[in-house]
């Protein structure tokens, strides 16, 4: 294989970074990578920083403007969670943990301590110290008064995280902060919300767009970087109203279309379309029209934005683009870059591609797909493609460099990893002893004769000290006995799974979560013995040239000086080769991009996060890709779509929905005006009428459930496709439900909202639709709140009925893009203020009205609803014609159509509406068992009977049960009351025939069963029924006792 020339384009992406001195307007340009600790102390003083707002409305004047805003903006969000924190435990040093701060003690070069945060950590499940989070470190005697190290978890490898003590891997931001003495205790202190990682690159990303096409100009005075159009400036920045076609689409037109429209229906030929002038007509295509629309405007706008609401096929739509796109590209085309806010939607993009096009590279490895994406991922790919040698490459010497940095590392810190005391050798050549002292600790040991001791190490340095010599004490006391163990977050099964669904979730780094290099462990194993000698008498000391002439009771306190001002002299050295180790590191990096961007230019398609587009941009950028898909950009935060503005870009395509979730910010006042952080450029575009491309037809949600949008969306119409989704087993025909209670919210121990009540309604009605033949796959629990969400699993993984199945409960945050058979939506707050916090959002709001395709079920307090006016109008619309809104659940026999009322479904599983004749006991402070006393066909379905559940005493227990023969839906069985117990047998029985047909019904039988029934025939009045008619002459009468609970 032939030699290949260097990259040029990546070494000089490399080479140019900002370079403003500081003070000048544009000091945003010279910013480091990682915080420094002025940021994080706020040294200047500041009650306030000072950050810019951000423009919504009109065009921006110019480029600095428009780019540094955002800059100071992100950087604002990524660094206020740490200083807020330091700022917090500086005022209180002895705070413990709480929800917004994590603080670990005694924290050494190979030790942490959790004392403060009174709980076990359940490591594996835990978000606490994932690699990229930032951290601050302070001694522990000045808890952040002067001094203040910042550093980022560079790993936290389970084998270490899960020892006690534990221990992470740290990286110091600056060499120069590099600590090495393992004797200093440091406090190490980490904000709860953030993640730094998911900032950084696109930090570094948007100095690098200041500067591009600027270097050149950087000795003119006068500021030209207004004068530089960046890609899509136009549009981006002023705002230009119609979009112009790509400039390689101008240059050729004619596109084949006949891969994404059909052939077969097409009024004219599809290879050969001049699509700026003409397009088939719409009968050409199964597309409905806005499809149509929107592909046109994919594939002939320099800056295509598509608007898809919920279930209108936006993925579809882009596949087609994509597909079209890759169809009439040249051979020699660089490739087409694709990225997504989640590693989730990126893959299954990706998937869609795949079927054809399989010449696509994923970078970053965290991909959960093993069997499609995997195997293309660049590590991946790497393993099986041979690359040129790159003459004068950088990766070989970078490599070389490295080695030799390792050794003169390795001996720096020798003497910190030796089991005896410093030797006077080391301290001669440090030049902290002279050559005569140096000397005389050897003639001194020579001329002592002292007793063997084993004990003791060998050496002149432990015979000077004699008794003053004391072992130090590395063994670190388990900390945690006697804790409960920290609630782990169930969102994350493992530690690799982490996605940043809200920001960080941007884990694209391809290290494992343990390091790989050079292993040096520091551990010092003697001291001297603490005196009071103060430092002037040290010094004193230290002015004789024998050192034996020190007394034996000083030479404690004088080794310890030395060993201090020997450490210091080794860190000083240390850090001078860490900086140089991290120049080495920049080039090996570079080295190997070159060696990728080899790989990558063969590919058609590179998908990415656009963490990863930020962070892999030199590399993305050498490929020179023309064209660009940002899906999920209206949750994507503008700085972060801003990376694909790269030099060579052409044609930049956004597809979204601002009406769903937004960006999310770590510090909430970001979001909002005058900073507007939560506003994706999507959004601002749209909001600005810049030209874009509506979906209008859903194929997701039946009609009744679509309609719960209409406040949201005006245009949204349905599919034919939607009308033929069958209804939901149980429920005869109500497929939409809002069950409004009023029992009150709770907080949990983390201070997320809760409500036990609610939980215990939502496992009762799950229960009840998988005896109904409902798999439990095909139901989603969805909730605002963490707290909930983990209390629905947990009550969900408990239930005797449902052992040993997966339950798919998640937030509403973590559910966009996701749908399902049946959503159970658990609305939690309940409250005599008429807070409901989170429920006001509208775009979250839209989200969780828009997941289900064929039954939706929302339990909730709708009168603490009702002051939200988009809340209002969802319960309008449910409250209308066939009333979806009530406080009974309507459950249905689906043999006889007859409608059971429950008031509290955690009773719902005491109606198998399959197989009445099954029964199910519901004990609650007493017991509600509804069962069939007629002669009901028998099945193998039996189960366990239900968990018990206790709703509050004050609402009692109601049941209703209906008949579908009785005018206006009401049989013979009238509204029980539980303080009116009555039965209702079946036939023309009178009380004692009725008493025995219960005692002989087998199937009725249960010790629960037995027990309600002694305690309830003495009192009840037995009163004869005529039965309910049968909806068949084959068909036996279909009659139940309902006996409710008996109530003080």
């Given at each position: 294989?032939?030699p290949?020339p260097?990259?040029e384009?990546l070494?000089?992406y490399w080479?140019?970074?900002?370079a403003?001195?500081s003070?000048s307007?544009e000091?945003?340009?010279?910013?480091?990578?990682?915080?420094?600790t002025s940021?994080?102390?706020?040294?200047a003083g500041?009650?306030?920083?000072?950050?810019?707002d951000?423009?919504?409305?009109?065009?921006?004047?110019s480029?600095?403007?428009?780019?540094?805003?955002h800059?100071?903006?992100?950087?604002?969000d990524?660094?206020?969670?740490?200083?807020d924190?330091?700022?917090e435990?500086?005022?209180?040093?002895?705070?413990?943990?709480?929800?917004d701060?994590c603080?670990?003690?005694?924290?050494t070069?190979v030790?942490?301590s959790?004392?403060?945060?009174g709980k076990r950590?359940?490591?594996?499940?835990s978000?606490?110290?994932?690699?990229?989070?930032?951290?601050a470190l302070t001694?522990?005697?000045?808890m952040f008064?002067e001094n203040c190290v910042?550093?980022?978890?560079a790993?936290?490898?389970?084998a270490?995280?899960?020892q006690n003590?534990p221990?992470?891997d740290i990286?110091f931001a600056?060499?120069e902060?590099t600590?090495?003495?393992?004797?200093?205790?440091?406090v190490m202190?980490e904000?709860?919300t953030?993640?730094y990682?998911?900032?950084r690159y696109?930090?570094?990303?948007?100095?690098?767009l200041?500067?591009e096409?600027y270097?050149?100009?950087?000795e003119i005075r006068?500021c030209?970087?207004?004068?530089?159009?960046?890609p899509?400036?136009e549009?981006?920045?002023?705002?230009?109203?119609?979009?112009d076609a790509?400039?390689?689409?101008?240059?050729?037109?004619?596109?084949d279309?006949?891969r994404?429209?059909d052939?077969?229906r097409?009024?004219?030929?599809?290879e050969?379309?001049?699509?700026?002038?003409?397009?088939p007509?719409i009968n050409?295509?199964?597309?409905?029209?806005?499809?149509?629309?929107a592909?046109?405007s994919?594939?002939?706008r320099?800056?295509?934005?598509?608007?898809?609401?919920?279930g209108t096929g936006?993925?579809f739509?882009?596949v087609?683009?994509l597909?079209?796109?890759?169809?009439?590209m040249?051979d020699?085309?660089?490739?087409v870059?694709v990225?997504a806010?989640?590693n989730?939607?990126l893959?299954?993009?990706l998937?869609?591609i795949a079927?054809?096009e399989p010449n696509?590279?994923r970078l970053g490895?965290r991909t959960m797909d093993?069997?499609?994406?995997k195997?293309r991922?660049?590590?991946e790919?790497r393993?099986t493609?041979?690359?040129?040698k790159?003459?004068?490459g950088?990766r070989?010497?970078a490599?070389?460099?490295?080695k030799?940095?390792?050794?003169?590392?390795?001996?720096?810190?020798t003497?910190?990893?030796q089991?005896?005391?410093?030797s006077p050798e080391?301290l001669?050549n440090?030049n902290?002893?002279s050559?005569?002292q140096?000397e005389?600790f050897r003639?001194?040991a020579e001329e002592?004769v002292r007793i063997?001791?084993?004990n003791r190490?060998?050496g002149p340095?432990?015979?000077?000290?004699?008794d003053?010599?004391?072992?130090?004490n590395?063994?670190?006391?388990?900390?945690?006995?006697?804790?409960?163990v920290?609630d782990a977050d169930?969102?994350f099964?493992?530690?690799?799974?982490?996605?940043?669904?809200?920001?960080?979730?941007a884990a694209d780094d391809?290290?494992s979560d343990?390091?790989?290099?050079?292993w040096?462990h520091?551990q010092?194993?003697y001291q001297?013995e603490?005196?009071?000698?103060?430092?002037?008498a040290?010094q004193?000391?230290?002015g004789m040239?024998?050192m034996?002439?020190?007394?034996?009771?000083?030479?404690?306190a004088?080794?310890n000086?030395l060993?201090?001002k020997?450490?210091?002299i080794?860190?000083t050295?240390?850090r001078a080769?860490?900086?140089?180790?991290m120049?080495a590191?920049?080039?090996?990096k570079?080295?190997?991009?070159?060696?990728?961007?080899?790989v990558?230019q063969n590919?058609k398609v590179?998908g990415?996060?656009?963490?990863?587009l930020s962070?892999?941009?030199?590399l993305v950028?050498?490929l020179?890709?023309r064209?660009?898909?940002?899906?999920?950009?209206?949750e994507?935060?503008?700085?972060?779509?801003?990376?694909?503005?790269?030099?060579s870009?052409?044609?930049l395509?956004?597809?979204?929905?601002?009406?769903q979730l937004?960006?999310?910010?770590s510090?909430?006042?970001l979001e909002?005006?005058?900073?507007?952080?939560?506003?994706?450029m999507?959004?601002?575009l749209?909001l600005?009428e810049?030209?874009y491309?509506?979906?209008?037809?859903?194929?997701?949600?039946?009609?009744?459930i679509?309609?719960?949008?209409?406040?949201?969306?005006?245009?949204?119409s349905?599919h034919?496709?939607?009308l033929n989704?069958?209804?939901?087993?149980?429920?005869?025909?109500?497929?939409?439900?809002?069950?409004?209670?009023q029992?009150p919210?709770l907080t949990?121990n983390n201070?997320?909202r809760c409500?036990?009540s609610?939980?215990d309604m939502?496992?009762?009605f799950f229960?009840y639709?998988?005896l109904?033949?409902v798999?439990?796959?095909?139901?989603?629990?969805l909730?605002?709140?963490t707290g909930q969400?983990k209390?629905?699993?947990?009550?969900?993984?408990g239930?005797?009925?449902?052992?040993?199945?997966?339950f798919?409960?998640a937030?509403v945050?973590?559910?966009?893009?996701?749908?399902n058979k049946?959503i159970?939506l658990s609305?939690?707050?309940?409250?005599s203020y008429n807070e409901?916090?989170f429920?006001?959002?509208?775009?979250?709001?839209?989200?969780?009205l828009?997941?289900a395709q064929q039954?939706?079920?929302?339990?909730?307090?709708?009168?603490?609803?009702?002051?939200?006016?988009l809340w209002?109008?969802?319960l309008d619309?449910?409250n209308?014609?066939?009333?979806r809104l009530?406080?009974?659940?309507?459950l249905?026999c689906?043999?006889?159509g007859n409608?059971i009322?429950?008031y509290?479904p955690t009773?719902?599983?005491?109606?198998d509406?399959?197989l009445c004749?099954q029964?199910k006991?519901w004990?609650?402070?007493?017991?509600m068992?509804?069962?069939d006393?007629?002669?009901?066909?028998?099945?193998?379905?039996t189960?366990p009977?239900p968990?018990?559940l206790?709703?509050?005493?004050s609402?009692?227990t109601?049941?209703?049960?209906l008949s579908p023969?009785?005018?206006n839906g009401?049989?013979p069985?009238?509204?029980?009351a539980?303080?009116?117990p009555?039965?209702?047998?079946?036939?023309d029985?009178?009380?004692?025939e009725?008493?025995?047909k219960?005692?002989?019904?087998?199937?009725?039988d249960?010790?629960a069963?037995?027990?309600?029934?002694?305690?309830?025939v003495?009192t009840?009045?037995?009163?004869p029924?005529?039965?309910?008619?049968?909806n068949?002459?084959?068909?036996?009468?279909c009659s139940?006792?309902?006996?409710p609970?008996l109530?003080d």
């Amino acid at each position: 294989m032939s030699p290949v020339p260097a990259n040029e384009a990546l070494r000089s992406y490399w080479r140019n970074v900002p370079a403003v001195q500081s003070g000048s307007s544009e000091a945003w340009l010279s910013k480091p990578e990682v915080p420094t600790t002025s940021e994080i102390l706020n040294i200047a003083g500041d009650q306030f920083v000072d950050i810019p707002d951000n423009k919504i409305d009109g065009p921006w004047p110019s480029k600095e403007d428009y780019i540094g805003t955002h800059y100071e903006l992100l950087r604002e969000d990524a660094v206020a969670p740490l200083r807020d924190a330091v700022a917090e435990v500086k005022e209180n040093p002895r705070m413990k943990d709480n929800s917004d701060i994590c603080i670990y003690d005694n924290a050494t070069r190979v030790v942490i301590s959790l004392a403060r945060a009174g709980k076990r950590i359940s490591w594996q499940q835990s978000k606490r110290l994932i690699p990229g989070t930032l951290v601050a470190l302070t001694p522990a005697d000045d808890m952040f008064a002067e001094n203040c190290v910042i550093a980022t978890i560079a790993a936290r490898p389970l084998a270490g995280i899960e020892q006690n003590p534990p221990e992470v891997d740290i990286f110091f931001a600056n060499p120069e902060d590099t600590q090495i003495n393992p004797l200093r205790k440091w406090v190490m202190v980490e904000a709860r919300t953030g993640y730094y990682e998911a900032y950084r690159y696109n930090l570094l990303a948007l100095q690098r767009l200041m500067i591009e096409r600027y270097v050149s100009r950087i000795e003119i005075r006068v500021c030209a970087h207004s004068l530089v159009r960046f890609p899509l400036s136009e549009n981006l920045m002023k705002l230009t109203k119609v979009c112009d076609a790509p400039k390689y689409i101008k240059e050729n037109p004619y596109l084949d279309l006949s891969r994404v429209l059909d052939s077969g229906r097409a009024q004219v030929p599809l290879e050969n379309v001049h699509v700026l002038s003409e397009w088939p007509d719409i009968n050409s295509t199964t597309l409905d029209e806005s499809q149509v629309s929107a592909l046109r405007s994919m594939l002939t706008r320099e800056l295509a934005i598509v608007h898809g609401p919920p279930g209108t096929g936006k993925t579809f739509v882009s596949v087609l683009a994509l597909k079209a796109i890759l169809g009439n590209m040249s051979d020699e085309a660089p490739p087409v870059i694709v990225t997504a806010q989640t590693n989730h939607a990126l893959d299954q993009l990706l998937r869609h591609i795949a079927v054809f096009e399989p010449n696509f590279i994923r970078l970053g490895r965290r991909t959960m797909d093993q069997d499609v994406i995997k195997n293309r991922t660049l590590h991946e790919v790497r393993k099986t493609t041979s690359t040129p040698k790159i003459p004068g490459g950088l990766r070989g010497s970078a490599m070389r460099r490295l080695k030799d940095l390792t050794k003169s590392m390795t001996t720096i810190l020798t003497p910190l990893r030796q089991k005896e005391p410093l030797s006077p050798e080391l301290l001669r050549n440090l030049n902290i002893i002279s050559d005569a002292q140096c000397e005389s600790f050897r003639r001194g040991a020579e001329e002592w004769v002292r007793i063997v001791d084993g004990n003791r190490p060998p050496g002149p340095m432990a015979s000077w000290l004699g008794d003053s010599l004391l072992p130090v004490n590395n063994y670190h006391e388990p900390e945690d006995f006697g804790f409960e163990v920290e609630d782990a977050d169930l969102e994350f099964e493992r530690l690799g799974e982490l996605e940043a669904e809200a920001p960080g979730h941007a884990a694209d780094d391809e290290e494992s979560d343990a390091l790989k290099g050079t292993w040096f462990h520091l551990q010092v194993h003697y001291q001297g013995e603490q005196s009071p000698a103060a430092e002037m008498a040290i010094q004193r000391a230290l002015g004789m040239a024998d050192m034996w002439e020190i007394p034996d009771h000083m030479r404690g306190a004088v080794y310890n000086y030395l060993w201090k001002k020997a450490v210091s002299i080794l860190e000083t050295s240390f850090r001078a080769k860490a900086k140089d180790y991290m120049k080495a590191v920049g080039q090996l990096k570079l080295g190997k991009w070159e060696l990728d961007s080899m790989v990558l230019q063969n590919a058609k398609v590179v998908g990415m996060t656009i963490t990863g587009l930020s962070k892999y941009r030199g590399l993305v950028a050498s490929l020179k890709p023309r064209i660009v898909m940002v899906e999920e950009a209206a949750e994507t935060l503008e700085g972060l779509v801003m990376s694909a503005c790269m030099e060579s870009v052409e044609h930049l395509i956004i597809v979204g929905d601002h009406k769903q979730l937004r960006g999310h910010c770590s510090i909430q006042q970001l979001e909002v005006a005058p900073f507007n952080l939560g506003i994706s450029m999507f959004e601002r575009l749209i909001l600005n009428e810049v030209e874009y491309s509506e979906l209008t037809r859903q194929r997701r949600m039946i009609p009744e459930i679509r309609k719960l949008l209409n406040p949201i969306y005006k245009n949204l119409s349905d599919h034919p496709s939607v009308l033929n989704h069958p209804d939901v087993p149980g429920m005869g025909g109500i497929n939409s439900f809002f069950l409004t209670h009023q029992f009150p919210e709770l907080t949990d121990n983390n201070v997320s909202r809760c409500n036990k009540s609610e939980c215990d309604m939502i496992v009762g009605f799950f229960d009840y639709l998988v005896l109904n033949g409902v798999k439990p796959d095909d139901i989603t629990v969805l909730t605002f709140y963490t707290g909930q969400r983990k209390m629905i699993l947990r009550a969900l993984k408990g239930h005797a009925n449902l052992q040993g199945q997966f339950f798919k409960v998640a937030t509403v945050d973590s559910y966009q893009g996701e749908e399902n058979k049946i959503i159970l939506l658990s609305l939690v707050r309940s409250n005599s203020y008429n807070e409901i916090g989170f429920l006001s959002i509208e775009n979250r709001v839209c989200v969780a009205l828009s997941r289900a395709q064929q039954g939706f079920y929302l339990f909730g307090n709708s009168s603490n609803l009702r002051t939200n006016s988009l809340w209002r109008n969802v319960l309008d619309i449910m409250n209308k014609g066939s009333k979806r809104l009530g406080s009974k659940l309507p459950l249905t026999c689906k043999k006889h159509g007859n409608q059971i009322r429950v008031y509290d479904p955690t009773g719902a599983a005491v109606a198998d509406a399959e197989l009445c004749n099954q029964a199910k006991a519901w004990e609650v402070e007493s017991q509600m068992a509804l069962m069939d006393v007629n002669d009901h066909e028998q099945s193998d379905k039996t189960g366990p009977l239900p968990h018990s559940l206790k709703p509050p005493r004050s609402l009692g227990t109601h049941s209703e049960i209906l008949s579908p023969e009785a005018p206006n839906g009401l049989g013979p069985a009238a509204t029980l009351a539980s303080r009116e117990p009555r039965i209702f047998p079946g036939g023309d029985n009178d009380g004692g025939e009725a008493q025995d047909k219960w005692r002989t019904d087998s199937d009725a039988d249960t010790p629960a069963v037995r027990r309600v029934w002694r305690e309830i025939v003495s009192t009840a009045t037995l009163a004869p029924v005529k039965p309910l008619r049968a909806n068949s002459a084959k068909e036996a009468p279909c009659s139940h006792v309902l006996v409710p609970s008996l109530l003080d």
